[in-house]
């Protein structure tokens, strides 16, 4: 991951853009169709990492879109208007946590029901809980390193608090997102590299249903604040290449305006 964008926009885009966000998602989102006895070991456990490449796919892509399940469909529609305009390619962390609760259900079902009964066993059902989370953050770690930009849609569904100082988020994937930006290594790209400006640490989704309200304090000052004048100036700007869009965000965020010696 380079940067890091605190995205907050209000603009309703248009229904193509919707269309086309909506066919890049069915296309990333992969349909996991092995049953589970495919990925079982020789002593009857299941293999961990066959199950994170199946359902939880490591997909090339430029911009890592953090956002709340209630703002989808503005996520999807993002998506679509840049493959429209710089055929950027979005990863949204939809993709991976919808997912993880398919997984999840097909896995109780199979492993966690108690016998002659039509529940489930607390014990097993924390266990396999606790095994498809950590896939789905390793999942989405994963994606957020791989990626060039973070883009954070900031919005009332995402942010618990109004306070601009102190922020906080009832997602704790929203939650872990943020926090892995913010010391995942920060790669500079190869084209970038004589013409950047060195930057620390401090530069740089969701959701389950939950009746437990639980709050964690939301740092973002390492995201580059991005308002809805300037991503429309961005967008509005000229680029051969989703490469070339990206250099021009940076270059209109005064990112890149130092040659590193």
Known sequence: MYRGFNLKIQEKFTDEDLVVGWRLFEHTKEKAEEALDSFLLENSSLDGNKLMEKWFPNLPCHVFLSHSRNDF???????????????????????????????????????????????YNYEKRNYSTAHVHLMLSSSL????????????????????????????????????????????????????????????????????????????????????DLNSAEFLKWINTHASSPEDALDNLYEQKSINTKFLL
């Open 141 to 224: 770690n994963k994606m957020i390193d791989s990626s060039e930009c973070l883009f954070f849609l900031n919005t009332p569904n995402s942010i618990s608090t109004k306070n601009e100082i102190s922020q906080k988020t009832n997602s704790p994937w929203i939650f872990s997102e943020i926090a892995t930006s913010q010391i995942i290594r920060k790669q500079t790209p190869k084209r970038l590299r004589r013409l950047t400006k060195s930057f620390s640490a401090t530069e740089m989704n969701e959701s389950l249903r939950t009746q437990l309200s639980v709050e964690y304090e939301l740092e973002l000052s390492h995201l580059t």
């Open 73 to 119: 469909k503005q996520a999807i529609t993002i998506s679509g208007m840049l493959y429209n305009k710089f055929k950027i390619i979005t990863f949204i962390d939809s993709v991976v946590w919808m997912h993880c609760n398919e997984l999840l259900k097909k896995i109780d079902n199979d492993y966690c029901k108690n016998e002659n009964e039509n529940s």
